[in-house]
């Protein structure tokens, strides 16, 4: 996760605002990622409904584990949140192809990139410059 830099001061609050935001999109992320490598039934019979090889969850798991892990790493955080904002708008592609309800199955990806770039914003201002919603 992206660190302030030694001079940027940020209150405890907007800190801890920041680590739970993020902590909840790499705990979904980790469990998501998990399930796809592992390959279990769900996961296969989801991909036949979504229009997807049944055995894309292994393809799938890996690049949503490496996004993940490069948003982790301090140096790296910007390109994963990139990366996982594409994952993420696949994912709404995807919905929106097969016609899946809006707010529990089309929208749910847009809550978590908005938790990702929320707390990074909260915690670093050169992403505050980015996204100017977050003073």
Known sequence: MSHPTHTEQISKTRLWTSRIMIGLVVLFMLFDSAIHLVNITPVKEGALELGYPADIGVTLGVIE????????IPRT?????????????????THVRVDSPLFSHILFPVYFGVLLWGGLALRNSRVRELIPLVR
């Open 77 to 93: 955080t910007l390109i994963g949140a990139i990366l996982l904002t594409g994952y993420f708008g696949g994912a709404i592609a």
């Open 65 to 72: 584990l490496v996004a993940l892990i490069l948003f982790l």
